[in-house]
Every structure is written in structure tokens, then in C-alpha cells.
């Protein structure tokens, strides 16, 4: 940068490894870290005290107001973090954030793609491909010094998590992650392997959980098919310990086999090179016991700070992240099939919005027809009672004029929808229009509204149907007067079913307004209320049909 302090930035978490974001800032020219924030303010008090700041805060927003800011570095930990980016990016503000981006890939994926959306200057923090010994394997390999890559072979051993207190040092909240070795730390892996070898094809991954005190794996032997026909493995172990001295240097050995020679990264950092027919030899670079892994924060940060200036892409950035995300969730579901699966461009993620039939739901017998020892195959006589479950009503439900199910337009039950949060709700509270027009915002005709009240959690219970939160009849009304063209509700009813004077009002009211009607849905509280879907509920074509089960899903876009 040509003026020394001519971009300015602020921390928000400052946690266990925001010290290596804080010291490398600190010790960049170009940039200057004027506000640090942490919702512990003992924490952004220490930090701000070692690393001179001025502006210390436990929020976030006073973080983003501050005059002249041009970046904000998210260091928080994955929970929560889509508000803070999206505030910054509202605000126009660059943004580096550490990963995981999220607990989930499907939030990882909304937040990189509101980034491009917004055309946002935005960079993940992902340091281990700007280690030093990476980036100069990387350098011989361009060269050709030992030829074209066939494998590459990475044995890591932290010896972090073993024992009751595994994890407890310094990133506790790894005990409880769901899934830890590949969304953790193997994402860095995939990154890295794609730096240095090409993009990846499929994954074939054996993952598995050592310490029973954690809630995901920790340790795993995962292989990477790359598009040239090379191979990458990653053998991987948290739980053990290695021979060598500092495991957190460069994370593991490293073999490179090529069809000319090999090269061999040592715990040390060390690199040696052996050509086919030669001796090997070490071979020299610079790296350093500074920061974290060989400095690899401050060239991570350095990398962003001219991704800035205009000086080079981002190499982390929206699009080339997703492909290593990609990459993660390929391998969780080789671990789940248990053989090799491709990495594809994301497919849409479908969420279940459907409750289990199951023999015991109210309306449903499941008996055996057939089996496979005394029959040759396996069948069974369903029993369903039409409204059993997750169902769309026909009019013919309550109005005896009404069009049967296999006479239903079935495109209502088919196109964009969106999610109206009414939680909390109380027990056999009648939703009113103020109260549902203030959540839902201004509704336009031919809308696909689906109700979430979280009532799902209450199935199998006697609350579930006798204490239901229902649709009054003027928020019915009101439905129609605004052109609504499916209502979906997650009690077994959109009105009382212990009131049938008030049951048949509410319905009749939205089956002669044109409404369709979907009931019993369950875990809209997955569905971002933020990302577009499309709603699918379609159910079975019953001659002179009054209603039906369905599976109903969110397909996101």
C-alpha cells in the first residue's frame, strides 16, 4: 500500500485466534485496526490494551458506524455469523472472515453467495494454503522440478483431542460440533490440496469418532481423486499424538510423488526434493516461528489487503471457496454411503418439511402384506386416514360443492414460497391480522405463505392437536382479501379441531376464497426466511378425494 495507514479495519471476536489476526494486522503496513469487539469486553479489553486500539465495544454495530472503516475481520466463532456479514456487506464494507463460515453448508453457501449477489469485496480466512511450505511446493511444482503430480500423500496428527478435557485449552466449543475433523479442519486440507494439485473430482472418506466425550469425529483417512488422474490422501487424527515436537507448525508430513521424482515436507517445515536416479537434498526457503503456522495469518492477511488495493483476486473468495466446501460435503457423504462420491456443482438443497407416517400416528395402520422369507418380497397394507400427518385439504373437506383432490389444480401446490415467523406462539393462541401482518410484511396476489410456529416440536403430544395455535376467521379473511394462494401450517389444522362451529368457518372461508390448504408441516425453522425456495406438496389423485398426505419439501435456490 502506498500511504502506511491508508485503510482501516476493525476485529469483531476476539477469542483464542483472533491473537494471531491481531498481530499480524499489527505488524502489516498499510492498515490499521481501530475497534475491537467481543460480547466477553474483558477480551477485546486485553487485546485492545496489547495492540493499542482505541475503540473497544461488546456490539457489533457500533463496530460497523465507526467513522472511515473499510473492513471488518469476523474472527467469531461459526454460530450466528450471517447478521454480522450481512451488515457489513449492507454497509459496503470489505470483509475477511475466518472459517467455518457456518455450522452447515447450506449457511456457508447463502452467505458466499449474498456476497457475489452484492458484489462484495469478501475473503475467507483460509491460512493453510498460505503457509510458507505450501506456497513453495506449490512454486517447484509450477517449475516442473520433479515433474507432473501423480500423488500426495498428508499424515496429520494434532494430539489435541485426547482425554476428558479434550479441546478445553483453547477452542472448547469443538467438543460439541456435530461434525469437527472434516468441517473444521479437513476443509483446510481441501483447500490446500486444490492449490496444489487442481481441482477435485470425487472423495472416498472413512471417518470415524476416538474420544467419546466429543460430539463429532476426530479422526478420518480420506482420499481426493483429482481431475489430472492424480490422487490425494489425507490420513488425519486428532486424537493421537506425533513423534514430532510442535504438531501445530506445519500440521503434519507431507509426500509429493511425481512422475519425475518426489519431494518430502518435514514436520520442521523442511522440504527435500529427491529427482528419479538422484540423491535427494533439502532444499532452502524462508519460514518462520512467527504467528501461526509459519506466519501464515499475516500472509493470508497481506493477500487480502492487496485482494483491496486492486493488486490480484481474491484466492479465497466467494466462488473458489464453494469449491472446497464442496469438496467437505462430499466427503460426509462418501462417510455416510460408504464408497466414493463425486464433487459436483451444488445441487439444491432440499429441506423435509414433512412429518414421519408412522403405525401409532393418529389415522394410520401399517400392517404386513408380504415378506420376504415367506413371499419373496416385502410389502404392507397402509391404512390412511386422508388427514393424517403432513396433508393438503380439498375443498371438498368442508364444502359440498367443493372440487375433489384429483379435479385440484395442482400448481398451487407447486411454486415459490416463503416462511412467516410467528414464534413465539402461546398455546391455543388465535392468530389475529395485526399480528400476522407485522411478521409476513406486505403480501403480494398469488403468494405461497407457509406459517412457522415451531408446533412441529409438539407432536406426539396432547397439546399438538388440542391446543393448537389456529388462524382466526378475519386473519382468514384477510388471506383472501389479499389474493393468498396457499396458507401451510404446522398444527394438524389451521383452525380448532374441538370447535367445529369455528373449524368449518375457517375453512370454508379459505376453500370459496381459492386458498389451498397444507397442514401438520414440520421443521420450517430450517428454512431460511431470507433465501427463495420453492414449496412442494403434492399429494396422491384420490377419485372424489377430501384430502391426502404429502411430502412436502423446500427446494432452495
Not at 384420490?542 to 419439501?553: E, H, L, N, Q, S
Amino acid at each position: 500500500m502506498d500511504n502506511p495507514t491508508s485503510v482501516r479495519g476493525a476485529v469483531i471476536g476476539c477469542g483464542y485466534f483472533s491473537r494471531f489476526h491481531f498481530d499480524a494486522w499489527s505488524r502489516l503496513p498499510g492498515v490499521e485496526i481501530v475497534a475491537a469487539c467481543d460480547l466477553d469486553r474483558n477480551k477485546a479489553d486485553a487485546y485492545a490494551e496489547e495492540f493499542g486500539i482505541g475503540c473497544v465495544t461488546t456490539d457489533a454495530e457500533e463496530v460497523m458506524s465507526v467513522d472511515g472503516l473499510d473492513f471488518v475481520d469476523i474472527a467469531t466463532p461459526p454460530t450466528d455469523r450471517w447478521p454480522l456479514i450481512e451488515s457489513a456487506i449492507d454497509r459496503g464494507l470489505a470483509v475477511i472472515c475466518q472459517k467455518p463460515l457456518a455450522n452447515d453448508f447450506a449457511a456457508a453457501k447463502r452467505i458466499l453467495e449474498a456476497a457475489v449477489a452484492a458484489d462484495a469485496k469478501f475473503m475467507v480466512h483460509e491460512n493453510f494454503r498460505f503457509q510458507p511450505w505450501h506456497r513453495e511446493i506449490k512454486r517447484i511444482l509450477d517449475a516442473g522440478t520433479i515433474g507432473r503430480v501423480q500423488t500426495i500423500t498428508m499424515r496429520s496428527r494434532q494430539g489435541d483431542g485426547w482425554g476428558e478435557d479434550a479441546y478445553l485449552g483453547r477452542q472448547p466449543y469443538f467438543r460439541t460440533m456435530p461434525r469437527l475433523l472434516m468441517h473444521e479442519t479437513g476443509v483446510h486440507f481441501a483447500d490446500t490440496f486444490r492449490f496444489l494439485a487442481g481441482e477435485i473430482e470425487t472423495v472416498d472418506a472413512r471417518l470415524r469418532r476416538l474420544n467419546p466425550v466429543i460430539a463429532g469425529e476426530d479422526c478420518g483417512l480420506v482420499e481426493f481423486g483429482f481431475a489430472s488422474g492424480a490422487v490425494g490422501v489425507w490420513d488425519a487424527d486428532r486424537y493421537h499424538e506425533p513423534f514430532s515436537g510442535d504438531p501445530r507448525y506445519t500440521f503434519g508430513e507431507m509426500l509429493v510423488e511425481a512422475d519425475g521424482g518426489s519431494l518430502r515436507l518435514h514436520n520442521d517445515g523442511g522440504i527435500e526434493i529427491k529427482k528419479l536416479g538422484e540423491e535427494p537434498y533439502r532444499h532452502a526457503y524462508d519460514h518462520r516461528r512467527e504467528g501461526f503456522a509459519g506466519d501464515c495469518a499475516y500472509s493470508c492477511q497481506e493477500h487480502f489487503l492487496g485482494y483491496l488495493s486492486g493488486e490480484h483476486p481474491a484466492e479465497t473468495g466467494p466462488a473458489e471457496y464453494l469449491k472446497s466446501l464442496e469438496v467437505v460435503e462430499a466427503a460426509y457423504r462418501s462417510a455416510s454411503s460408504r464408497r466414493p462420491e463425486p464433487v459436483r456443482p451444488s445441487e439444491p438443497e432440499i429441506i423435509d418439511l414433512s412429518l414421519a407416517v408412522a403405525s401409532g400416528m393418529r389415522g394410520v395402520k401399517i400392517a404386513v402384506a408380504k415378506s420376504l422369507e415367506s413371499d419373496g418380497w416385502n410389502a404392507t397394507t397402509l391404512s390412511l386416514y386422508s388427514h393424517a400427518g403432513t396433508h393438503i385439504d380439498a375443498p371438498r373437506h368442508f364444502l359440498p360443492d367443493g372440487v375433489t383432490l384429483d379435479a385440484a389444480d395442482l400448481t398451487a401446490s407447486v411454486g415459490p414460497a416463503r416462511v412467516v415467523d410467528l414464534t413465539p406462539v402461546e398455546p391455543a393462541e388465535s392468530i389475529s391480522v395485526e399480528r400476522f401482518a407485522a411478521a409476513s410484511g406486505p403480501v403480494s396476489p398469488g403468494e405461497r405463505l407457509l406459517v412457522r410456529t415451531d408446533w412441529h416440536r409438539r407432536h406426539g403430544t396432547p397439546e399438538y392437536r388440542d391446543a393448537l395455535p389456529r388462524i382466526s376467521p378475519a386473519l382468514a379473511r384477510w388471506l383472501v382479501a389479499e389474493k393468498v394462494r396457499l396458507v401451510g401450517v404446522e398444527p394438524p389444522s389451521v383452525a380448532d379441531v374441538n370447535a367445529l362451529p369455528e373449524l368449518t368457518e375457517v375453512h370454508e372461508i379459505l376453500f370459496r376464497g381459492g386458498v389451498t390448504i397444507v397442514e401438520g408441516l414440520a421443521s420450517l425453522d430450517r428454512v431460511p426466511c431470507d433465501r427463495p425456495f420453492e414449496f412442494i406438496a403434492l399429494p396422491l389423485k384420490v377419485t372424489d378425494g377430501d384430502g391426502c398426505p404429502v411430502r412436502a419439501i423446500a427446494r432452495l435456490r
